[in-house]
């Protein structure tokens, strides 16, 4: 690349050795003088520096190796910098959600009885699972950024996905609680913050990651 190249004449002083004017009869030089090429089978990059001076010529394929691996690691960086701040977006939103969804509960005016037959261990568990779905749906989103659909990693989130699909499927089947008035009102609102409350759980440990 070029930027491979241009580390390589500023480090070895080419424009000199080549009386180049300008960096790109450097370029053109030194791309002459190196041949790099990739195994069929293993994939391995093989380098290789026609130079007068057998030292040097060493020295450039050596320094080759090093300027990729510099170039590769400057790149996983930015990957890994653009899904930071994908999940600190997403851990933002989640937290506003979350506070909206507390202080709404808090609200509920609602009777020790009606309290006594909502099943609060079934609502949760149906909540979260959602949120577990949200939150691997995001994870596929910020995947489908660095990875194509064959990647083994983005076929695993998916598998999981599907599973936690299944989990929310049979959950919802078995849940027969039925209420109403005050009773309605403070099932739909305990379980939107459960959601809430497991989903910035989860995209707090995404953004960790």
């Known amino acids: ?6 580390a390589m004449i500023e480090r070895f002083k080419l424009k000199e050795m080549y009386q180049a004017k300008f960096n790109e009869d450097a370029r053109r030089a030194l ?32 320094a080759f190796v090093e300027e990729l691996r510099k170039l590769t690691n400057t790149i996983a960086v930015t990957e890994a910098a653009q899904r930071r701040f994908f999940f600190e977006a997403q851990l933002k939103q989640s937290k506003d959600n979350l506070t ?15 309290l006594k037959t909502v099943p609060q261990s079934t609502l949760e568990v149906i909540a979260r699972l959602r949120a577990q779905i949200t939150a691997q749906e995001i994870k596929l989103a910020s995947m489908r950024t660095y990875m194509t659909d064959s990647n083994a990693e983005l076929r695993v989130a998916l598998q999981e996905l599907g599973a936690l699909r299944n989990e929310l ?26 959601y809430h409350e497991t989903l910035f759980e989860l995209m707090a440990k995404q953004y960790e990651l």
Not at 100 to 114: D, H, N, P
């Open 100 to 114: 909206k969804s507390e202080i709404v509960l808090r609200g509920s005016a609602v009777s020790e009885a009606t």
């Open 31 to 62: 791309e002459g003088a190196m041949k790099a090429s990739a195994g069929a089978k293993d994939g391995m990059i093989t380098i290789e520096v026609d130079d007068h001076d057998p030292k040097r010529a060493a020295d450039m394929a050596n």
């Open 169 to 194: 499927s049979k959950a919802e089947q078995s849940n027969t609680t039925k209420a109403s008035g005050e009773g309605a009102e403070y099932i739909a609102r305990f379980r939107d913050f459960k």
């Open 1 to 6: 690349s070029r930027t491979v190249l241009d």
